[in-house]
């Protein structure tokens, strides 16, 4: 659990994971040099399956999910930020999954939490699951962040979270976990819960780091891996609509694009 500066979210997101029908557990949070220490947050939580790391610097979030990865002893590692929560029987639904060696990542439904108090379903609800090969997998992202469990050892094989990247780094593991073969399971059931922020100060509030940081994951995952069905499409979208927002910053990575699909 990367935590930075959650001071109003925290403490409800660690009891949703200590709560968990599923005892034998670690919640490891990463505290990524938050103002007020997160260890101060949660001084009266004494579960001694509470783990605390800190950076003394804010390293953003793929750093600290990266310090989690590396420390974790546990054979899966789940996905849960600072602000989110799990339902009590979140890890007893998606454990079992893994007793088929070819799933690397489980995942279930979600529901919202607006600012009112009422519960949504969430965005991606009515698609048909799994959703873990390409092209259908470059479309869209269908897998909700805080409800991913993932196997260890696949996730460090791949390389963890993206350092180059600002945002996304969760789908850019799902499709380098995708490509490296590994099937994904999914729990038709809302076992997790999405607060919606409360203001406008998030990432995902960024418009145009957001359209620039997925036309950065597209641009250099296709590179990468030019013969993967969907790649190419979905990167030559993302460079239309930043060629259509922000023309200036496009000319690069378009020019890169469009010489790689001439030439295949």
């Known amino acids: 659990m990367p935590a930075y500066n959650a001071d109003d ?7 949703s994971a200590l709560a968990q029908t599923v005892g034998e557990l670690e919640v490891l949070v990463v505290d990524d040099g938050s103002a007020r220490p997160a260890a101060d947050v949660l001084a009266d939580v004494h579960d001694p399956r509470l783990r605390i790391v800190r950076h003394e610097r804010n390293r953003g979030l793929s750093a600290a999910r990266n310090t989690a990865v590396a420390q974790v002893s546990t054979p899966y590692l789940s996905q849960l930020d600072a602000d989110d929560l799990w339902e009590p029987d979140y890890l007893e639904a998606v454990l079992p999954r ?3 060696p070819r799933v690397g990542l489980t995942y279930t439904d979600a529901r919202i939490l607006r600012a009112d108090g009422t519960l ?3 965005l991606t609800s009515h698609l048909t699951h799994p959703i873990d090969r390409f092209p259908e997998l470059a479309r ?3 897998i909700a962040a805080l409800t991913v469990t993932a196997r260890t050892g696949a996730v460090r094989a791949v390389g963890g979270y993206a350092g180059w990247l600002w945002g996304a ?4 593991l799902y499709l ?3 490509v490296a073969g590994w099937r994904f399971a999914y729990v038709d059931r809302p076992l ?3 607060r919606w922020p409360l203001d406008t100060g998030g990432m995902s509030s960024d418009d145009r780091r957001v359209v620039l940081g997925d036309l950065k994951l597209f641009t250099v995952f296709t590179l990468r891996h030019p013969l993967t069905r969907g790649l190419g499409r979905r990167a030559l979208a993302s460079a239309a609509i930043a060629a259509k927002r922000y023309t200036p910053v496009l000319s690069p990575a378009a020019r890169a694009l469009r010489a790689r699909r001439r030439s295949s």
């Not at 979210?9 to 009891?15: E, K, N």
């Open 9 to 15: 979210t925290l403490l409800a997101a660690v009891q």
């Open 169 to 172: 780094q969760d789908y850019h």
């Open 120 to 122: 949504e379903p969430y």
């Open 176 to 178: 380098k976990l995708a």
């Open 98 to 100: 893994f007793e088929d």
């Open 192 to 194: 997790a819960i999405y």
């Open 140 to 142: 869209r992202n269908p």
